[in-house]
């Protein structure tokens, strides 16, 4: 199985709303890791999770909380968004967290925020 | 600022013609990556090249690397129509191995 899966495909929410992300592989990879991309943009990083512990976190706004409940899973974790948060989020995992590793992509989470 | 760019910005070719995309970044690197990715979805792993490598081919990719020139071009031969994505080349930094930052892509349209 060489597919990270990636739920909700959709996402429209409020600025006062909570909602989460959630990102699965079992491809045994120990590195997972959380993109944003605006529309015609390239991929930007926002956080590293490596053997289950947060090794990055690219001075993203506390309003985005991970969350790595196993080496499985990334969650991610959105409370009090601005409509400029309002991309295509995706999830990625690689055998660990080197860039000497491919990295597979989920198909992403498309999120608007009114 | 940006690790890699990418030239053309778009690039539009008839099916059966070769494509060739451009990659220039900054500061030194350990691996680059290309990855394409299709409208408003995931990206996929094309080609990873180590910085002591030169070329290297895949099917119908043939990626270069140039460390003295901080470059790298993807070529894609006999393009199909299957082939119009946006591509992207990912550098790391060889002082920070995590890290990978994409380029502003290149996006190729392959007309039938």
């Known amino acids: 199985d060489t597919e990270v899966t990636q739920t909700p495909k959709h996402l429209v929410m409020g600025m006062t709303n909570k909602k989460s992300l959630k990102c699965e592989q079992h491809m045994g990879h120990r590195a997972m890791y959380w993109y944003k991309q605006k529309a015609k943009k390239p991929p930007e990083l926002m956080f590293v999770?490596?053997?289950?512990?947060?090794?990055i976190n690219e001075s993203v706004p506390s309003r985005f909380s991970p969350e790595c409940p196993n080496s499985s899973l990334l969650n991610l974790h959105l409370h009090a968004l601005q409509p400029e948060d309002s991309a295509l989020y995706l999830c990625?995992?690689?055998?660990?967290?080197?860039?000497?590793?491919?990295?597979?992509f989920g198909p992403g989470t498309r999120l608007t925020v009114l | 600022s940006q690790q890699g760019e990418e030239d053309p910005q778009a690039l539009s070719i008839q099916e059966g013609e070769n494509a060739t995309m451009n990659c220039s970044y900054k500061?030194?690197?350990?691996?680059l990556q290309w990855y394409r990715q299709n409208s408003g979805r995931g990206l996929v792993h094309l080609i990873l090249?180590?910085?002591?490598?030169r070329e290297k081919h895949s099917g119908r990719l043939r990626v270069t690397l140039d460390t003295s020139k901080k470059s790298s071009s993807l070529l894609i031969t006999a393009s199909r129509a299957a082939d119009t994505a946006s591509y992207f080349c990912?550098?790391?930094?060889?002082?920070?191995?995590?890290?990978?930052?994409f380029g502003e892509g290149t996006q190729l349209t392959v007309n039938p």
């Open positions: 999770y490596s053997y289950e512990k947060l090794s």
């Open positions: 990912a550098t790391d930094k060889e002082t920070s191995g995590s890290r990978l930052t």
């Open positions: 500061t030194s690197i350990n691996n």
């Open positions: 990625a995992s690689s055998q660990s967290g080197t860039s000497y590793y491919e990295q597979f």
């Open positions: 090249i180590r910085s002591n490598e």
